[in-house]
């Protein structure tokens, strides 16, 4: 029996109003904040101080944030630290997102991720190995080419689907969280470094270099290893993963002995690979009309409108496994990738020293903009 958490069951008019906005881009809006250099009269003590006595030094240092958001949706700092500290406290930390008079400066800033084709799908990608985006703004450049102390942070949802993937590249902290569970850590003072996530049965898995078992994170046993790969080959996905080479985190995204699903379009016809038996399918075509499939059976489907439908464009396409209610049509997915929101994903960079300043986020996943959280300042 399908049963996806988190993912209401609506009428085609609501799905049609999601869209093809950016057929071949993604804008994300979150929010800049420059900070003035800790080895400053009056700057923040984490900022340009990773070189001073006692401060930690340079590298990537893991563990300094918690595994899961505060309920401001936050990172909180970790009260057990790591050996190679970079960070002088709670207090000063909990700056480094919320708006503090005298101590940081916000805006808006919006990234557009590029997918490199004229249609949706693919990966999405904003990359630079220059990223000085408020150059001269807010607090300036403070006697330095470039204004090299900020964060930035956004919050986006997406539709999840087996296999997406999420890598970021740079320097120098960055965390990334899927509902509210952090799937990539890369704290410190350091260069550019990768950090990367795969989706698949509705977990995230994670690097082994990054993570250790405990809390969130598991192990994967050997017959959860050759279960996935089975999956993974049903889905028609490309080349298997060794799953047993990561850990993972379960993001709560399936409900046990839920089908993973995954549909390919062309304009008017849908492949429908499922790693369980499927029973019935609805497709929406682009004129908001619908056609039912019954009575179905197998797990690798090819469908397209009949009769008074043949032709016509596909927009979407619901699937069905098992014997859920008669009324329920199942999980929705969009031609365009947008879908319905399954997952939250949070985005939480720091600039912190004078170096370079790489940025790079690429994504198969189809995040979607939402304006700039809106947070009470915890310090006035």
Known sequence: MLSRKCTPLIAFASVAMVGVANADTLQLTGTIRDFKRGDWSGGHPDFETAHLPGRGGYGLVLGLVSPVLGQDGNPVYNLTRPSKDTMSGAENFN????????????????????NGQTGPGGVYTYSSNAFWPIDGQMFGNQSLNHNFHFTFQLATDFTYKPG????????????????????????????AVTGSVLLFDGK???????????????SVSSSMNTDLK????????GTTPDFSTYY?????????????????????????????????????????????????????????????????????????TGSSAADSK??????????????TLDFFFAERHTTQSNF?????????AKPPKTITPLYD
């Open 95 to 114: 700056m480094w997102y919320n708006d503090v008079a005298g101590v940081n400066v916000s805006a808006p800033m919006t990234l557009t991720l590029d």
């Open 248 to 320: 993972y985190v379960d993001l709560g995204i399936l409900a046990t002995g839920t089908a993973e699903i995954n549909p390919t379009f062309t304009s008017t016809s849908v492949n429908i690979r499922c790693t369980q038996s499927i029973t019935s399918v609805v497709i929406a075509f682009t004129d908001a009309t619908e056609q039912k499939f019954d009575s179905l059976s197998g797990t690798n489907l090819t469908l397209s409108g009949t009769g008074a439908y043949e032709g016509k464009t596909i927009v979407g396409v619901w699937v069905k």
């Open 164 to 191: 997406q993937k999420f890598t970021f590249i740079g320097d120098d902290d960055v965390w990334v969280y899927i509902n509210s569970k952090q799937v990539i850590d890369l704290g410190g003072v350091h260069s």
């Open 330 to 343: 199942g999980a929705y997915f969009s031609a365009d990738g947008s879908g319905l929101s399954d997952c």
């Open 360 to 368: 790079r986020i690429d994504t198969s996943m189809h995040l979607k």
């Open 230 to 237: 089975s999956k993974w080959a049903k889905l028609n996905l």
């Open 204 to 218: 995230a898995f994670v690097s082994k270099s990054n993570f250790s078992v405990g809390g969130n994170v598991q």
